[in-house]
Structure formats: structure tokens, C-alpha cells
């Protein structure tokens, strides 16, 4: 039990000097301008370096994303449907399916898969 919380105080301490050290050198850093300025082959850039894109695409991979990782969940379903009861499975899989299609209609009348707009 002590050996533990020794290792436990020794593995905070360390962890703290860590990070104590690191914002001590990162301040160092945070003076040089030209080090954050951007780098076009030592010239001065002719324009911004942030294009400015478009939201309708962000919108369209998150909403990817969350269906992309919700299929993923769906896809054990079937391998435990002879696992639990049938009645249980049913229902917690019916009530997975009804927010997907919830989110899907809520996105599809905010206009979010609309591409003409």
C-alpha cells in the first residue's frame, strides 16, 4: 500500500516538473515573431495564408463522421442478437435506430444536406 502511493507521489512530481519545464522553455519560444509568421522560400508571403473554406463541406464530414462511427456501433449488433434476450435486443436496437433516424430528419429539415443552397 505505501510502495503505491509512493510511486503514485513520485509519477505526479515527475509529471508536474515535466510540465513546469515546458512552459518555462515554451515562453522563450512565444517571443520570436518571426518564427510564427509563415515561410514562402524566405520572401515576405503575397497573401493569407488561411484560405477561407466552405462550412457546407464541415457540416457534411461531421455529419459523416457521426454516422461513419454510428454504423460502426450498429455492426456488433447482429453477432449479439443470440447472445440476449430477444425482447432487450429489440428494443435497444430499435432505440438506436430511432435517433439515427431522428438526427438524419433533424439535419435534413435544417437544410444541412442541401447542396443547391
Known amino acids: 500500500m505505501i510502495s503505491t502511493t509512493i510511486m503514485s507521489m513520485t509519477a505526479i512530481m515527475i509529471t508536474n516538473l515535466m510540465m513546469m519545464l515546458n512552459m518555462i522553455l515554451y ?4 517571443m520570436d515573431r518571426e518564427k510564427s509568421s509563415p515561410f514562402e522560400c524566405g520572401f515576405d508571403p503575397k497573401s493569407s495564408s488561411r484560405m477561407p473554406f466552405s462550412l457546407k463541406f464541415f457540416l457534411i464530414a461531421v455529419i459523416f463522421l457521426i454516422f461513419d462511427i454510428e454504423i460502426a456501433l ?6 449479439t442478437m443470440m447472445m440476449s434476450e430477444m425482447y432487450q435486443w429489440t428494443l435497444t436496437t430499435m432505440l438506436f435506430l430511432m435517433i439515427l433516424i431522428m ?6 429539415k435544417q437544410g444541412a444536406l442541401n447542396w443547391a443552397s
Open 103 to 108: 438526427g438524419l430528419y433533424h439535419e435534413w
Open 27 to 30: 515562453k522563450k519560444s512565444l
Open 74 to 79: 450498429l455492426l456488433p449488433m447482429m453477432p
